[in-house]
């Protein structure tokens, strides 16, 4: 039940929506961060929207289905 994320350079914020587009986690890790784990990701089993920011302004957006 955890939500492992690594990236090539550093996170400097994680926001998880539902299908519908609510919030339902935001994290700002440390700085240079480039590897984090949400333990444990408590989210219901479902369809999940995780958009990452990195610090030189690029974001990825990636869709995830906890089971």
Do not use: C, W
Not at 17 to 24: D, L, M
């Amino acid at each position: 039940n955890a939500l492992h994320i690594q990236a090539s350079k550093a996170i400097v914020n994680i926001e998880v929506y539902n299908v519908i587009g609510q919030p339902i986690y935001r994290l700002q890790p440390a700085m240079g961060t480039q590897r984090v784990s949400i333990e444990p990701f408590s989210a219901s089993k479902g369809v999940y929207v995780i958009q990452v920011q990195f610090e030189d302004g690029q974001s990825r957006t990636q869709r995830v289905v906890k089971k």
